[in-house]
T-cell receptor
Framework: GAGVSQSPSNKVTEKGKDVELRCDPISGHTALYWYRQSLGQGLEFLIYFQGNSAPDKSGLPSDRFSAERTGGSVSTLTIQRTQQEDSAVYLC????????????FGQGTRLTVV | KNEVEQSPQNLTAQEGEFITINCSYSVGISALHWLQQHPGGGIVSLFMLSSGKKKHGRLIATINIQEKHSSLHITASHPRDSAVYICAVRRGGSNYKLTFGKGTLLTVNP
C-alpha cells in the first residue's frame, strides 16, 4: 500500500475483554515498530520487529500485551484482559531497514476501555 | 528529568509569524526526528537529522550536536500548520528505538 495502514481506527471495548490491533506496513519495509500514546503523555516504545523476529520487546508494559508479525509484513498487537489504563492511541511505524532510515507512521488505533 | 525536553509546550501565533520550537536532549544520539501530529490524525515524519540543517518548503530544522539541541522553524505560518510537533531522538548505539519529547501544541490563528 501507499502508507502504513492500521485497523481499526477506533475501538471501544469493555474491561476484561481481549483486543487485537492490526498494522499493515509499507510493502518492502523490514522494520516495524509499535508505540503507545496515552492521554497527556508522550509516545512510548512498545516493541520492534525486524522481519518476523522481535529483538526488542522491552516496552511491552505487561504480559497481557503480545505482538506478532507474519510473512515479514502484517503485525498484530494483542492486549488480553484489557484494563482502563490500556486506553491510548496505539501507533505503528515501519521503515526500510534498521533505524538509520526514516520511519513512516500509521494513523493509529484509538483504544478506549470502558 | 526527561531525556528529551521540548519548549514551549504550547504556542499560539498569528498567521504569517515566524515560529520556533526547541528540543534539548541529554543523551548521545545518532539521529533526531521532527514529527507532526494533527488532531485525531496519525504522525507524519518531517525531518530526520544527524547534523547541520535541512529545509523543506516553509519548514527548517537545525541541530547542534555539541550543544544537544535542535530547533524547528516555520516561516510564514499558516492555520494549516496547527498541530502537535514532536521531537524524537535515536540513541547512539541503538539502531531503532526512538525516545520522544512530549510535543509542542502549535495553534496558528488566521
Amino acid at each position: 500500500g501507499a502508507g502504513v495502514s492500521q485497523s481499526p481506527s477506533n475501538k471501544v471495548t469493555e474491561k476484561g475483554k481481549d483486543v487485537e490491533l492490526r498494522c499493515d506496513p509499507i510493502s518492502g519495509h523490514t522494520a516495524l515498530y509499535w508505540y503507545r500514546q496515552s492521554l497527556g503523555q508522550g509516545l512510548e516504545f512498545l516493541i520492534y520487529f525486524q522481519g518476523n523476529s522481535a529483538p526488542d520487546k522491552s516496552g511491552l508494559p505487561s504480559d497481557r500485551f503480545s505482538a506478532e508479525r507474519t510473512g515479514g509484513s502484517v503485525s498484530t498487537l494483542t492486549i488480553q484482559r484489557t484494563q482502563q489504563e490500556d486506553s491510548a492511541v496505539y501507533l505503528c511505524a515501519s521503515s526500510l531497514g534498521r533505524g538509520d532510515t526514516e520511519a513512516f507512521f500509521g494513523q493509529g488505533t484509538r483504544l478506549t476501555v470502558v | 528529568k526527561n531525556e528529551v525536553e521540548q519548549s514551549p509546550q504550547n504556542l499560539t501565533a498569528q498567521e504569517g509569524e515566524f515560529i520556533t520550537i526547541n528540543c534539548s536532549y541529554s543523551v548521545g544520539i545518532s539521529a533526531l526526528h521532527w514529527l507532526q501530529q494533527h488532531p485525531g490524525g496519525g504522525i507524519v515524519s518531517l525531518f530526520m537529522l544527524s547534523s547541520g540543517k535541512k529545509k523543506h518548503g516553509r519548514l527548517i530544522a537545525t541541530i547542534n550536536i555539541q550543544e544537544k539541541h535542535s530547533s524547528l522553524h516555520i516561516t510564514a505560518s499558516h492555520p494549516r500548520d496547527s498541530a502537535v510537533y514532536i521531537c524524537a531522538v535515536r540513541r547512539g548505539g541503538s539502531n531503532y528505538k526512538l525516545t520522544f519529547g512530549k510535543g509542542t501544541l502549535l495553534t496558528v490563528n488566521p
